[in-house]
């Protein structure tokens, strides 16, 4: 018992000394999807009284898609009604409204879904490879509503700040990565 007492620090030791200090692509893409919960969806909130947002209604041509009702005149009597109504077609679209959404006639609308592609390329920041840089591409994809927000790419590439600690590799902001390297070169 006490031989196996003196063994286990030993292999406990070698262990966490052998682990990878280098980020692989596997462990980088895992803390990315982790992190930023990929795929995840894209919503836009349609003020549904605002005359800007009923103009963009109607020049995005969901009304003649059958998704909204825009209202093109509308009388004194009918100042509390939106001018954007939803109509069965767009329920899928629609996400559960707050009771102060409600109030404002603001409908959040599902205009798509972004997910995690591939990672490009992994550098290392520093000579003892403890934090690194992982560039990958996330795709956006867009459903009827997507023609909301038309300046929305196909794809973008994106980049995550990755340290090494005791714990492994974690995932980190990027302004945390760039005062760790501040740091580094203000002490060489």
């Known amino acids: 018992m006490k031989t196996l007492l003196k063994i286990i620090p030993v292999l406990l030791f070698l262990f966490i000394s052998c682990q990878n200090k280098e980020l692989d692509f596997k462990t980088a893409q895992n803390l990315i999807i982790k992190k930023y919960k990929y795929p995840s969806v894209i919503d836009f909130e349609v003020f549904c009284s605002d005359p800007i947002h009923a103009r963009r209604m109607l020049d995005s041509g969901l009304e003649e898609k059958g998704l909204v009702k825009i209202s093109k005149t509308r009388e004194f009597k009918d100042r509390e009604k939106p ?3 939803f109509t069965a077609l767009s329920k899928n679209f629609l ?3 707050t009771l ?3 109030e404002y006639k603001i409908q959040k609308v599902k205009i798509g879904s972004k997910s995690f592609d591939k990672i490009i390329h992994i550098t290392a920041e520093t000579n003892d490879k403890r934090m690194a840089v992982a560039e990958y591409i996330v795709k956006y994809h867009m459903n009827e509503f997507g023609v909301l927000w038309p300046d929305l790419p196909a794809e973008k590439k994106e980049k995550a700040y990755f340290i090494f600690s005791d714990n492994g ?4 902001e990027k302004k945390d990565a760039e005062l760790m390297i501040l740091k580094k070169i203000i002490e060489k």
């Open 83 to 85: 001018l954007i109504e």
């Open 100 to 102: 102060e959404e409600k």
């Open 95 to 97: 996400f559960e409204r």
């Open 169 to 172: 590799w974690q995932l980190i």
